[in-house]
């Protein structure tokens, strides 16, 4: 990562809200309480104690360094990997104790996660099967391609379609069962850099426009400013909260005046402090 130093601006004034959960309570997509998470074959704990509450509709980001424990806190809040005893994980107040109905996951490996035998319709179709008929499902499959500017290419094969694209029909797929909550593990990480800045602002639209919960996890600070109504620092060894700050930038969002605004920097170079100094 490469650190740019921020205006000296930003040391002085004070940050901005820490996150109210209290305040928030009454509609929650998603809770944790006390988690713990143990890998291996020695049940090493690389997570304790980590208590979070996501409002619905919130674009949550969290952040940390490369082998803290992101990829399998996400998928512990997915039900793919289980939690230690004692912890709580609830969906829309439903305790997650497998994969839950509600929630979707989108990789960063897109390539792999698209059928390349099938158009990027019938892929988006996928998660419709056994739940919608045949019109109703294809009418469902083009709105979320409408959704992500893909309409037109619809059949087209995965292999006709760029990289950026590929990671739209993922997301149309995740998008077409309507979840409650989208899980996304680094998923532009394998993007060029201009792709990647034109998909962060398309999933910032999406989520006003589908009014999905996200959590996002990221390593790359501004990818994670720019993206989150929330923004949470994972720290220590085992990992638990950090930093947890509500950003005060404005819901529409460009990258390049956001990115010179003093609201902007003055929150990047507080997580990028809190991301320095996770492993104390
Ligand atoms: N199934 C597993 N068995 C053993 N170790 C694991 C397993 N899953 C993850 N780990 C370890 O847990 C730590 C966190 O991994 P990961 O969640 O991939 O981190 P991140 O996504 O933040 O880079 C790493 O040290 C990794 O080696
Ligand atoms: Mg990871």
């Not at 949550?60 to 082998?67: D, V």
């Not at 990027?120 to 919608?132: I, M, Y």
């Not at 739209?168 to 797929?173: E, G, N, P």
Request: charged content about 25%; aromatic content about 6%.
């Amino acid at each position: 990562m490469t650190a740019a130093r921020p205006v000296a601006k930003a040391e002085t004034e004070s940050p901005p809200p820490a996150f109210d959960a209290a305040s928030t309570r009454t509609d929650l997509a998603f809770r944790c309480r006390g988690l713990a998470i143990d890998v291996g074959v020695e049940s090493r704990r690389i997570v304790a104690g980590l208590d979070l509450e996501v409002p619905r509709r919130q674009f949550l980001c969290i952040l940390g360094e490369s082998g803290v424990g992101k990829t399998t806190l996400l998928r512990v809040f997915g039900g793919l990997a289980p939690a230690a005893p004692g912890s709580t994980l609830e969906l829309k107040g439903r305790p997650i104790v497998g994969p839950p109905d509600g929630a979707v996951f989108v990789f960063q490996n897109y390539a792999a996660s698209l059928l390349p035998w099938r158009s990027a319709r019938r892929n988006v179709e996928l998660g419709l099967e056994a739940s919608l008929a045949g019109p109703e499902r294809k009418a469902r499959a083009m709105a979320a391609l409408e959704l992500v500017k893909l309409a037109d290419r619809a059949d087209d094969y995965p292999w006709q379609l760029s990289g950026g694209m590929q990671q739209r029909v993922q997301l149309a797929r995740a998008l077409a069962v309507k979840p409650e909550l989208l899980l996304m593990d680094e998923p532009f990480g394998a993007l060029d850099a201009m792709t990647r800045e034109i998909l962060q602002v398309e999933l910032r639209r999406i989520q006003r426009e589908s009014g999905a919960t996200i959590i996002f996890i990221t390593h790359d600070v501004d990818e994670a400013v720019f993206l989150a109504d929330r923004l949470v620092v994972l720290k220590g060894k085992p990992a638990s909260i950090g930093l947890d700050l509500l950003s005060d930038l404005p819901v529409g969002r460009d990258q390049v005046r956001t990115k010179e605004s003093p609201e902007y920097l003055k929150l990047r170079h507080l997580v990028y402090d809190a991301v320095r100094r996770s492993g104390d």
